[in-house]
């Protein structure tokens, strides 16, 4: 599905200089910028970077005509002035409480400067910086140095903000099975090692089991850090937490939680008796948050959804977009792993009664970021509370609390 590109440009003060007409760019979901960069040096012979997106022609991606705020030196002959293109300047100009940092004017430059300069103290030396993705999740930039050296700068948004935390838990756990945090900074700056490989969101169904081992030995060693998780600021939502968290967070949607999902306390209450340990969840375990090189182990990235809690919810996430056989087939071996690890404990009841609850859960995440990110970019998620609401309430016909 094409997407077409269209740059308001502003300078590092945040200046409007214009706006350049639309170009195709290949890949078509809206946050990856690398292709929009490329695009701008092919089509206007303009180095950019993207700060932020204003407004697309459709409510959510992937492709259609997406405008995005770009910061540049100057801009090109091409160029026409923001009324001109119908561009209101109170949407280039205005402030915005929920603004990241990374996407205002000056700011990629100044969190690229930090990682270049934490490098250099390293003996580091001729780091270029590749913007790679932004949105309000994250800004991601690919940093090259002499030698063949690579890191990378990811740059966070507050509610992410204990990615760095779990980072730093996990060195001294599992070493080598999540990226290595090189240094943290202000404003949810994170340097991180370079993982060699790529994001295996192509894994087969023996390459998920294989993330479904590396996941449940990082979850194995993280039992005994769960109060210094917490204290590092890592949600906790183990028990009852986690009910009081979806209540209050999903306040403003609707269907009400006990509209779509009447027995939440009761499926937590069952999940809870069968035995299952908190721990460290990664929130988030599908194959493309993990990287992978040729038979080697995965390494689990983007920890920035990880909380306490139940780790059913882990193998629900890493088990979608399968074969119902398939699914079954990464449960049970789940299943085994953990009754070999707590013998006595019923992992399959467990999966039974949080089934629903994790699309509740999900339909809470997303309902989170709303809450949290400036309005022109809700389109990446509007469309996903109501989706996670309507499967949650689906998949409580199909499920039992007793299993």
Partial sequence: MTRLARLVLVDSHGTPLGVLPPYPVPVPWWQESADVVDGARVHFGLDVTILRILFADRPAMPGGTVTYLAECAAAPAGAVPLAEAGV?????????????????????????AWAAGRLEELGWTGVTAHQHRTWNLSAIWRLDADGGRRAWLKQVPPFFGHEGAVLRRLAGEVRGRAPELIAAGPEGRLLLAHVPGTDWYEADLAGRHRIGETAHGIQLAALADLDALAAAGVPDRRGARLSTWIR???????????????DLDERLAAAAACGLPDTLVHG????????????????????????????????????????????????????????????????????????????????????????????????????????????????????????
């Fill in 284 to 403: 988030d375990l599908h194959p493309g948050n993990t990287r992978v090189s040729g038979d080697g182990d995965p390494v689990v990235i983007d920890w920035g959804d990880a909380y306490l809690g139940n780790p059913v919810f882990d193998i629900l996430r890493l088990s979608e977009t399968v074969t119902d056989d398939a699914a079954a087939g990464l449960r049970s071996a789940w299943a085994a792993r953990w009754r070999a690890a707590v013998p006595g404990c019923d992992p399959e009841r467990a999966v039974e009664a949080l089934a629903p609850v994790a699309a509740l859960r999900n339909a809470a995440v997303y309902a989170a970021f709303l809450a949290n990110i400036e309005p022109a970019e809700h389109p990446y998620h509007a469309e996903d509370v109501p989706r996670c609401l309507r499967e949650a309430r689906s998949a409580a016909l199909t499920t039992t609390v007793g299993g």
């Fill in 88 to 112: 209101d300047p109170a949407v280039v100009t205005a402030p915005q409480p929920h603004r990241a940092p990374y996407a205002q004017p000056g700011g990629p430059a100044r969190s690229v």
């Fill in 248 to 262: 209050e967070t999903l306040a403003p949607h609707r269907p009400a939680v006990d509209e779509v999902l009447p």
